[in-house]
Every structure is written in structure tokens, then in C-alpha cells.
């Protein structure tokens, strides 16, 4: 025999797992599964928002429609007939914003709220308290709890004139 038959073969080294490549590894299944989910998320927010904007551009047909159909309600005989039509085409564009999450809100009678409400007119009077609002000009929609249309609004103002006009005789 010679001498490198005798010797035994060699054994690679036995590689210990270490907690360090145990944790690094977790934390990289970890980091990739939570930029799974943001990009998905990411994506559903973006589709949302697509959603919405092309709602919102028929938000203002669907608001002629409801003005036109106030009138034909007036009118007799075949306008009536072709309104009647006309209101069930306008239903079904209401249920296509609701089917999308897409709601009106109510605003006269209520406070003014300047995320929820643009004004458009001011009225100076005594009847009702300062910041509510007289009358709805255009509707405001919302798709959940954000708004994609503020209303138009006319809001009620206290009457300053008479109390300055007072004030500048006594002196």
C-alpha cells in the first residue's frame, strides 16, 4: 500500500446552522410577503381610483337628466310618456353608482363642512343659525368615506349690516 491509500479520505466540514441565517432567512420571507401584499393593495387602491374618475364624469349627465325630468313632470301627454322612459334610464345609472359604492349626501338643512361642501352663494339671514345650508345647487357623492364631489351650496350668513349701521349712528 502506499501512502495515499493509507490515508482516510477526507470529510468536508460539517457546516452548523446558526440562529443569525436562521433569522435572516425568516425576515426575507417576511420582507417579500409584505411587498406582496402592498403591491396588492397598491393595486386595488388604483383601480378604485380609475373607478371613480370615470363615475365621476357621469355624474353630471346623470345630473342633467334628474334637472330635464323636474320640467317633464310639468308637460303633458307624450313628454310625460317619453320622461317615464327616461326615468327608468336614470334609475339604472343610480344603481350603477350604487353597485360601485357611490352615494349622494344630503346637505340642505345641515351645516356647512368644508370638506364635504363647496359655497357657491351666501344669503344673509336672520331665520336660520350662521353656516347652514339654504339649498343644494349640484349634489355631492361619496364613495365610502371619501368624497369624490363636494356639493354645491348656498349658505345662510348673519345679517352684520344692521348691527354696524346701528353702531355708526350712535356715534
Not at 31 to 38: D, L, V
Request: net charge negative.
Amino acid at each position: 500500500m502506499t501512502e495515499t491509500e493509507n490515508q482516510e479520505p477526507e470529510t468536508p466540514p460539517v457546516i452548523e446552522e446558526t440562529p443569525d441565517y436562521k433569522d435572516k432567512y425568516l425576515r426575507l420571507l417576511a420582507e417579500g410577503e409584505n411587498a406582496r401584499r402592498r403591491l396588492q393593495k397598491e393595486k386595488q387602491d388604483m383601480m378604485r381610483f380609475c373607478i371613480d374618475n370615470i363615475l365621476i364624469d357621469i355624474l353630471n349627465p346623470i345630473d342633467l337628466f334628474e334637472n330635464a325630468l323636474r320640467f317633464a313632470e310639468q308637460a303633458g301627454g307624450a313628454v310625460k310618456e317619453w320622461a317615464m322612459g327616461f326615468q327608468m334610464i336614470l334609475g339604472q345609472f343610480k344603481e350603477v353608482l350604487n353597485s360601485q359604492g357611490i352615494t349622494p349626501f344630503i346637505s340642505e338643512g345641515q351645516m356647512f363642512d368644508p370638506s364635504l361642501h363647496e359655497v357657491v352663494e351666501t344669503e344673509e339671514t336672520g331665520n336660520v343659525p350662521d353656516g347652514t345650508i339654504l339649498k343644494e345647487f349640484v349634489k355631492g357623492y361619496r364613495s365610502g368615506d371619501r368624497i369624490i364631489r363636494p356639493a354645491k351650496v348656498k349658505v345662510a350668513k348673519k345679517i352684520i349690516e344692521e348691527k354696524q349701521h346701528v353702531n355708526s349712528e350712535e356715534k
